[in-house]
């Protein structure tokens, strides 16, 4: 992936000699590692950008939401901002 490549996008390292994560795919369910940040994001929103050029298949923004943990309101707007996802909370 470029993105890691050039550190747009950090990664999870779990171990040595594991592969270094940088999100996790469920069918249609992404899950970013790390804490994120806006420069992140906007890499991410890139991806998706090439990913819906390459492909003709865009995300269904109506449909996506993102979940974030022990970060920083202003962050999390931000984020939601650029994806055009909705921010939810886990109760």
Do not use: W
């Amino acid at each position: 992936m470029h993105a890691k490549e050039t550190g747009h996008i950090k990664v999870l390292q779990l171990s040595d000699d594991a592969q270094a994560l940088t999100q996790q795919q469920f069918v249609d369910d992404t899950m970013m590692q790390e804490i994120p940040t806006v420069k992140e994001t906007l890499a991410y929103k890139q991806i998706l950008c090439n990913f819906a050029m390459a492909s003709g298949m865009e995300v269904n923004l109506s449909k996506s939401n993102f979940f974030l943990f022990n970060t920083n309101i202003s962050i999390q707007r931000n984020i939601s901002r650029i994806l055009g996802f909705q921010r939810e909370i886990l109760s």
